[in-house]
């Protein structure tokens, strides 16, 4: 059973361009969520996405934009890219509801310069 | 106030040491709560919810206080395994959707 997969692993861009990460959630989990983790720090949350909208987002400029697609997987965009976004971009997929933990990918290392 | 604060740390522990882990949050709403383990440069990991009445696997026992809106996690016997930071984790409740977490606690398991 594949877990939540993400890609790319690995990511170094320019000040000023654009980066789209892409997530598949883990089997039978339609509820996606974005977080972003810099160094020393806990995750935080980005928005999160359920029946293909933007259900709930998080203190993120419009610069950070997504989408879910009918089969559940994510994408997270960031646009006009500053030195501050270079962090650890992390999918989190889960059920529906208020109860379920979130099951994490191996997450994006984004490096911007 | 920071919807979730740990104990800052960082643990330093002999193997076999008992440590214990502590959290505030702020949204008297939440309604689950979970602690995850993120070893360096990994994601995070579930290790367990939290239950009211207080639960226990193995040698990791979760507390929750809900009326002093705090959350504990004890780790008995430590293992060198057991070295990682910490995630106290909460929900928002109602139609907050998300999951809330501190910043963690790093700690390390001595031989």
């Known amino acids: 059973d594949a877990g939540v997969t993400q890609s790319p692993t690995h990511l170094i861009k320019t000040r000023g361009q654009q980066v789209t990460l892409r997530c598949s959630p883990k089997s039978g989990h339609d509820t996606v969520s974005w977080y972003q983790q810099a160094l020393g720090q806990g995750p935080q949350f980005i928005f999160q996405y359920y029946e293909e909208e933007e259900r709930q987002r998080g203190n993120f400029p419009d610069r950070f934009s997504g989408h879910q697609f009918p089969n559940y997987s994510s994408e997270l965009n960031v646009n006009a890219l500053l030195l501050g976004d270079s962090a650890l971009y992390l999918c989190a997929s889960s059920s529906n509801g208020p109860f379920y933990g979130y099951t994490f990918g191996s997450g994006t290392r984004l490096t911007v310069v | 106030r920071k919807e979730v604060e740990q104990d800052p740390g960082p643990f330093n522990v002999p193997e076999g040491a008992t440590v214990a882990f502590n959290c505030t949050y702020s949204?008297?709403?939440?309604?689950?709560f979970f602690w995850y383990r993120q070893d360096c440069r990994k994601e995070p990991k579930l290790l367990m919810s939290v239950y009211s009445s207080g639960n226990e696997d193995g040698r990791f026992t979760a507390q929750l206080n809900r009326a002093s809106q705090y959350i504990s996690l004890l780790i008995r016997d430590s293992k060198l395994s057991d070295s990682a930071t910490y995630l106290c984790?909460?929900?928002?409740?109602?139609?907050?959707?998300?999951?809330?977490f501190g910043k963690g606690t790093l700690l390390t398991v001595n031989p």
């Open positions: 984790v909460v929900n928002g409740g109602g139609s907050n959707y998300k999951l809330t």
């Open positions: 949204n008297s709403a939440s309604q689950s």
